[in-house]
């Protein structure tokens, strides 16, 4: 049997694990890279974390308007945001910074006892003004001519899950076309990038968590090759009142997302792509999630669990490509 590297380690706030199959006439150099994947994530991290006050990301959040020069890596995930917000007609939206600390989220997720929304804390004040509550269309023009970003009026950004998404899906294809693995996955806190070559080797088995009893499994998805990311609202949540605060934001609304979604999976062909249309419909709901992903994605595929304890699968236009599998939760297919 093949061997396999298997490498975990902490970055951006979430565990992150990477399984490398080892071509057979290779040896195994496993701490090789878990180095090289902890670096990656690492110098991710540094770049685009929006609790470093040195990142390029915080440095950017603080021009006011004013065109900024960005570098290579900061333009690739800005255009790869533009265009999901483009594609998912705003639901997915990265200029939430703002309506995110007024909700509380201030510092990173392991403070989360503290959060406060700003205006049960006495902060609202001390926040720089959210104009109307609602979102710019787009939060910021990109020059990619001159590798320059210019933010939208109110606008701040907070990239964290595309990131994840986006870190995932390169390093993946890295490994594979520049170091030679034949098969393999990267996996960011629940984006993940898988790949295999071989077409008579079994498919990877992904788990998809039941939101409700995080030991169990509510459906398990299996691929050759793509990508899967999860969004949920019920793990970053906080407040202890029955609130609801959570951090997938409802641009209209400013507030966090009340759709009647607690979580959603969404397979594809890169999980930057997934994240941000799993985040559509916990913050659109199913029937509106659906219909905007079969207009902008439909190559992709949904498993939404609902408040009411139920998972209805949103198929693709081309079935077969992902296996869905029942758990906990029985699998109803969609009839919008």
């Known amino acids: 049997m093949p061997a396999e590297s298997r490498i975990a380690l902490r970055a951006m706030n979430t565990d992150i694990t990477a399984i490398l ?3 057979d006439d290779r040896t195994p150099d496993t701490p090789a890279y878990h180095s090289l994947v902890s670096r990656w994530f690492r110098d991710v991290e540094a770049r685009f974390s929006r609790f470093l006050p040195g990142s390029e990301l915080s440095a950017l959040n603080r021009t006011g308007g004013s065109w900024q020069l960005v570098s290579p890596m900061m333009e ?4 790869l945001a533009l265009q999901c917000c483009r594609q998912t007609g705003g639901a997915f939206h990265p200029g939430l910074l703002r309506q995110l600390q007024r909700e509380g989220y201030l510092r990173s997720f392991e403070h989360a006892a503290t959060f406060r929304p700003a205006e049960a804390s006495g902060q609202a004040g001390l ?3 959210d104009p109307g509550g609602h979102a710019a269309a787009e939060p910021f023009e990109l020059d990619g001519r001159m590798g320059a970003v210019r933010l939208a009026p109110g606008s701040e950004l907070d990239l964290g899950g595309i990131v994840k998404g986006w870190a995932a899906d390169r390093l ?3 490994l594979r076309r520049r170091h030679g693995f034949p098969a393999g996955i990267v996996n960011a806190g629940g984006d993940l990038s898988v790949w295999q070559e071989d077409e008579e080797a ?5 788990a998809i968590e039941d939101p409700w009893d995080t030991g169990r499994d509510a459906a398990r998805l299996s691929l050759k090759r ?3 990311a999860t969004s949920s609202t019920l793990k970053r949540r906080w407040g202890e ?3 609801g605060l959570h951090h997938l934001i409802d641009p209209l609304a400013g507030r966090s997302a009340a759709s009647g979604i607690v979580q959603a999976t969404v397979a594809g062909a890169e999980a930057a792509e997934c994240e941000a249309w799993a985040k559509t419909f916990c913050i659109c709901g199913l029937e509106e ?3 905007r992903m079969k207009l902008g994605a439909p190559g992709c595929e949904a498993a939404v669990i609902t408040d009411k304890r139920k998972l209805i699968l949103i198929p693709s236009r081309n079935p077969g490509r992902f296996v869905w599998e029942p758990g906990t939760l029985t699998i109803q297919e969609a009839t919008i």
Do not use: M
């Open 21 to 23: 199959r080892w071509p």
């Open 76 to 79: 690739e995930v800005l255009a």
């Open 127 to 129: 926040l720089r003004p």
């Open 172 to 174: 993946a294809g890295w």
């Open 202 to 206: 079994p498919s990877t088995v992904i």
């Open 226 to 228: 793509g990508a899967a």
């Open 241 to 243: 009142d029955g609130s």
């Open 289 to 291: 999630g659906a219909a």
